[in-house]
């Protein structure tokens, strides 16, 4: 069974460009989860999907943020403008149902310069 | 507010020495404690999940133990590919099932 896959696995960018991460969850699980890790800090929640629906948005830092998850398939996190501070390692995670553990994907490193 | 508390930051052990490591949790009510490993440039992959104190699961040379305040991860006689970063998350009760982590702890074993 394939694991979680996140594309890219690396993205260096400007400040105030447009960067589109991807995830793929493992097939079958309604839910998906993004996190972020900043250096020296701890891996961080953003949002849960259940299936195509938010579930739970309260991490997400700002309205620069988008994600988004059509279909109830994979999962696209926009950030756009990029701020230096968004700079940190996105993780994806998915789970069978809510109360199962979660799948992590090896992260999307980004780097805003 | 949730808070999970990992301790000692980082641990380098000979191999064949056995440890533990500490996790501090904080929590209105506890839905699950996970452990997790991660490798360098990896995502973290999941260990255990422990629901209630008193409560214990093993693998290999890992057993994780949970009591209502905190838990430990016990590594007995690691070998050096037990080297990686070991995480703590918490689930609390009511809301979502969103996860909180500790920020890790860093461990080498040494041949």
């Known amino acids: 069974e394939a694991g979680v896959t996140q594309f890219p696995s690396h993205s260096v960018i400007e400040k105030g460009q447009t960067v589109t991460l991807r995830c793929d969850p493992i097939?079958?699980?309604?839910?998906l989860y993004w996190y972020r890790r900043v250096m020296g800090k701890e891996i961080k929640f953003l949002l849960h999907?259940?299936?195509?629906?938010?579930?739970?948005e309260s991490g997400m830092p700002n309205n620069r943020f988008l994600a988004e998850r059509t279909g109830g398939t994979y999962s696209t996190l926009k950030v756009q403008p990029a701020e230096l501070e968004d700079s940190g390692v996105y993780f994806c995670?998915?789970?069978?149902?809510?109360?199962?553990?979660?799948?992590f994907g090896p992260g999307t490193r980004l780097t805003v310069t | 507010e949730d808070q999970v508390t990992q301790s000692p930051e980082a641990l380098r052990l000979q191999e064949g020495e056995s440890s533990s490591l500490n996790c501090s949790y904080t929590v209105s009510g506890l839905r699950g404690l996970f452990w997790y490993r991660q490798d360098p440039g990896k995502g973290p992959e999941f260990l255990f999940t422990l629901y209630s104190a008193g409560e214990e699961k093993e693998k290999e040379r890992l057993k994780a133990t949970l009591t209502k305040k905190e838990s430990f991860l016990h590594i007995t006689a690691p070998k050096p590919e037990d080297s990686a970063t070991y995480l703590c998350a918490v689930r609390p009760l009511g809301g979502y099932s969103t996860l909180t982590f500790g920020k890790g702890t860093m461990l080498l074993v040494s041949p």
């Open positions: 995670a998915s789970a069978k149902t809510e109360g199962h553990e979660q799948y």
């Open positions: 999907f259940v299936k195509e629906s938010k579930q739970d």
């Open positions: 097939s079958g699980h309604d839910n």
